[in-house]
């Protein structure tokens, strides 16, 4: 069944980002994109950022959208920054500086920016009472951050206990996540989140009406302190998307729990399951992607699975049905390293550098110069773009950089997100710095 994009770019966009960072040596080694903006860092630690800025969320100090990448002056990652150093929210940015201090702009109806405040940033600035930050994540109205003695702190929206701090008080500033230590990575979905220990095992906290929390029941109450799941050991990663998780185990097999409605877990059933399980025919995974309705998966031997809500080809197996429960071959694709999940659409990129799309592409999504329709069930590549090194995608958007640091977008333009020189969509890629106007008008049509 249809779903609003309105609602996937309201929250679920925040949990797009960098489904693949590129290598250190990359000229551009991460992208990330909120619900209407976009950031990329760059090899020098400098910010560029574009689109939407009605919340400050471009850190550029004025509220003022821009079609064109800016500088942030306000902050410089250093030289050569980590893997991870970018966290985007659907309207707030977190960064990670190589001093371990993390700095946060943008929306903060919720007090998510962490500075003890209520509204909108537009400037970049510390977040005090954290330090050496090893790595963050941004929930629908929370925020999420791990330090290296391995404990998890929160902050913002806590309505049904997101924040792990045994209330359901909104918080301004960081607090320690009860329970919590040896964490190496954390996940923040729409109203709960999720830890990973460096043992293996997995935490969740928070609202649990899908079985989100994974602890064999569902229910409206607020879950306050964090609870390990049983049945999960040895996980090396873990995704979350509005009300489903996935975990890559370190055997190359995938579990998942939660929400189930468009077969996103991948057991055969469109069934919530209360407990993680375990994603039948999957083996030899090297990395995952969590869409909002549907997933994928990719082999060690380069090949990408799919499964989940296909109404527009987005799993690439040849068919438009309405959904796979089960995960399904994409056709045609080998040596991929990387993929990402939009809206309607997927993304692939190939170690050879090339990028392949399926699905949606009423406003260009798949770069083919031209906008319709209809459900494209098979990849094809997205012409005049090679030697990609980062590639995201969010909503309805694609955006890549090259080993040349040469910034790419394509699809939905409406807020200036893929860059150019007017907020038209377009349909094949075009330089974000605007050195080309091809575009495309689209009609809009259902509940976006």
């Known amino acids: 069944m249809p779903h609003p994009r309105r609602f996937f770019l309201g929250f679920v966009a925040c949990l797009l980002v960098a489904l693949w960072a590129g290598p250190l040596s990359a000229a551009i080694p991460q992208v990330v994109a909120g619900a209407g903006h976009a950031l990329a860092l760059k090899q020098d630690g400098g910010l560029l950022a574009w689109g939407d800025d009605g919340k400050g969320q471009l850190g550029l100090d004025r509220q003022l959208s821009v079609v064109t990448p800016q500088q942030i002056l306000s902050i410089k990652l250093g030289l050569q920054p980590p893997q991870g150093a970018l966290a985007a929210g659907s309207f707030h940015v977190l960064a990670r500086l190589p001093d371990g201090s993390l700095w946060s702009w943008g929306n903060n109806a919720n007090g998510q920016l962490g500075d003890g405040s209520i509204g909108s940033r537009s400037k970049p600035a510390a977040i005090q009472g954290i330090d050496n930050v090893t790595t963050m994540a941004c929930g629908g109205y929370h925020s999420l951050a791990v330090m290296a003695n391995g404990t998890v702190w929160s902050w913002g929206n806590n309505n049904h206990g997101q924040l792990g701090d045994d209330t359901t008080t909104q918080q301004f500033h960081p607090i320690q996540v009860m329970y919590t230590s040896d964490v190496i990575a954390v996940a923040a979905g729409y109203q709960h989140s999720l830890a990973l220990k460096s043992d293996g095992t997995v935490w969740a906290w928070g609202l649990n009406d899908h079985g989100q929390l994974g602890q064999g029941s569902a229910d409206n109450d607020s879950h306050t302190v964090p609870r390990q799941l049983t049945g999960l050991a040895h996980v090396k990663g873990i995704v979350t998307r509005r009300n489903h998780n996935l975990a890559l185990m370190a055997n190359g097999t995938v579990w998942a729990w939660g929400d189930n409605h468009n077969g996103q877990l991948g057991d055969g059933t469109t069934t919530d399951q209360y407990n993680p399980v375990q994603i039948s025919g999957l083996s030899d995974i090297v990395a995952v992607a969590n869409g909002s309705y549907h997933s994928l998966a990719v082999k060690a031997n380069g090949t990408v699975w799919s499964w989940g809500n ?131 008008r689209y009609r809009k049509t259902g509940n976006r």
Request: aromatic share 4%; hydrophobic share 35%; no cysteine.
């Open 310 to 440: 296909n109404q527009y080809g987005q799993l690439g197996d040849g068919t438009s049905s309405n959904q796979k429960n089960s995960p399904a071959q994409v056709i045609g694709l080998i040596d991929v390293v990387a993929v990402a999940a939009g809206w309607g659409h997927s993304l692939a990129l190939k170690k050879d550098g090339t990028v392949w799309a399926w699905g949606m592409n009423d406003m260009g999504q798949l770069g083919q110069g031209s906008a319709d329709e209809s459900a494209h069930t098979a990849p094809v590549r997205v012409p005049t773009i090679n030697d990609v090194t980062t590639l995201t995608s969010a909503g309805d958007s694609g955006l890549v950089a090259d080993k040349n640091g040469m910034l790419w977008g394509w699809g939905d333009n409406s807020n200036g997100q893929i860059g150019g020189t007017q907020q038209l969509s377009r349909s094949v890629p075009n330089s974000v710095l605007g050195l080309t106007d091809l575009t495309i």
